[in-house]
């Protein structure tokens, strides 16, 4: 079940305007850093993958488990490096862990990825949200539109639902007024949201599904 084109479209989908910031924004720096997370396994095909990324926009020749470990790697260790210099009082550098979700989370739409384990990518959302509304404009407006591009690919079951998409895209709405979004939309994508999920978990879904009752 897809999400409404409708409310998708308010998001003006884009796969490429984040990615294509953090680049900028990490150069090459960032590159090295999300290639070497692994103790250096990978290290030149992650990086080749990202260069390819930034240069043609696509996941060439395809992407494999070790850059998805490279990826998952310098995700988690760049959110758990950045909460611990925001304690000391620090500016935490949010570009690295920020592209390295933002990779994960394109690519797990991406057909040409498909069958390669995308776990925790909640996580590399949520994070994304936090960096995002922590970054100059117009980072937390390409950030939405990645997470509506997103949504219009298919989510595998093991992964968590789209509810999690469409939670990102409200906080995002509501903590940065300037993407547009009134709060009746707001409202009208949690009605949307909770019923297409609990009517997948009421048709099977993944199999072991529940049928839930929601109250908005």
Do not use: H
Not at 21 to 33: P, Q, S
Not at 149 to 174: D, H, M, Q, T
Not at 177 to 196: D, F, H, K, N, Y
Request: charged residues 20%.
């Amino acid at each position: 079940m897809t999400a409404p084109a409708q409310r998708v479209a308010l998001f003006r989908p884009d796969p490429d305007a984040l990615i294509s910031t953090l680049f900028r924004m990490g150069g090459d720096g960032a590159i090295a850093t999300i290639a070497a997370a692994d103790g250096g396994w990978g290290q030149e095909g992650t990086a080749d993958l990202l260069r390819g990324l930034r240069e043609r926009g696509g996941f060439e020749p395809g992407i494999d488990s070790q850059d998805l470990e490279n990826l998952a790697l310098a995700s988690l260790a760049g959110r758990e490096t950045s909460v611990r210099e925001w304690l000391r009082g620090a500016v935490p550098d949010l570009v690295t862990p920020s592209l390295a979700s933002a990779v994960l989370v394109r690519a797990s739409g991406e057909p040409s990825c498909a069958g390669n384990d995308f776990w925790g990518l909640e996580g590399s959302v949520a994070f994304l949200v936090s960096a995002a509304l922590a970054m100059p404009a117009p980072v937390a407006g390409q950030a939405a539109s990645l997470f509506a591009w997103r949504l219009k690919a298919p989510i595998e079951p093991p992964y968590g639902n789209r509810c999690f998409l469409w939670l990102a895209l409200a906080v995002l709405s509501a903590c940065d007024r300037s993407l547009g979004i009134t709060m009746q939309e707001l409202s009208a994508i949690a009605r949307e949201t909770l019923a297409a999920d609990a009517a997948t978990a009421g048709e099977g879904g993944d199999g072991d599904g529940l049928p839930l009752r929601f109250r908005v």
